[in-house]
């Protein structure tokens, strides 16, 4: 019923930036945390960012002052900004959100198809 579309990945030079985007692409009753996870060739996942339904914001240590995760609720989507990139940012980047899908049901966890940043010189 729900499925999360990401876009915006690619590849950059250290130094440069790529902004990340997750949408919804099925009317739901509510969104609460959305976040992103990243896995790196040989690498657990790992988890990057997550924003709530108040706007509140975390961060692993690893992207802190570099990314800036948001949300436009209006279009049930979160954003990635990721500036000052490093070659160990390269991962495959996946969106998660958490969804009610209707009233009376439980939330659900749904997750992106992933979408790869390479950085690299």
């Known amino acids: 019923q729900v499925q999360l579309v990401q876009s915006g990945g690619g590849l950059v030079q250290p130094g440069g930036s790529l902004r990340l985007s997750c949408a919804a692409s099925?009317?739901?009753?509510?969104?609460?945390?959305m976040g992103w996870h990243r896995q790196a060739p040989g690498k657990q996942r790992e988890w990057v960012a997550l924003i709530t339904s108040s706007g509140m914001t975390n961060y692993a240590d690893s992207v802190k002052g570099r990314f800036i995760i948001s949300r436009d609720n209006a279009k049930n989507t979160v954003y990635l900004q990721m500036n000052s990139l490093q070659p160990e940012d390269t991962a495959v980047y996946y969106c998660n959100a958490q969804v009610v899908v209707s009233y009376g049901t439980p939330s659900t966890n749904y997750w992106g198809q992933g979408t790869q940043v390479t950085v690299s010189s």
């Open positions: 099925a009317t739901i009753f509510n969104i609460y945390t």
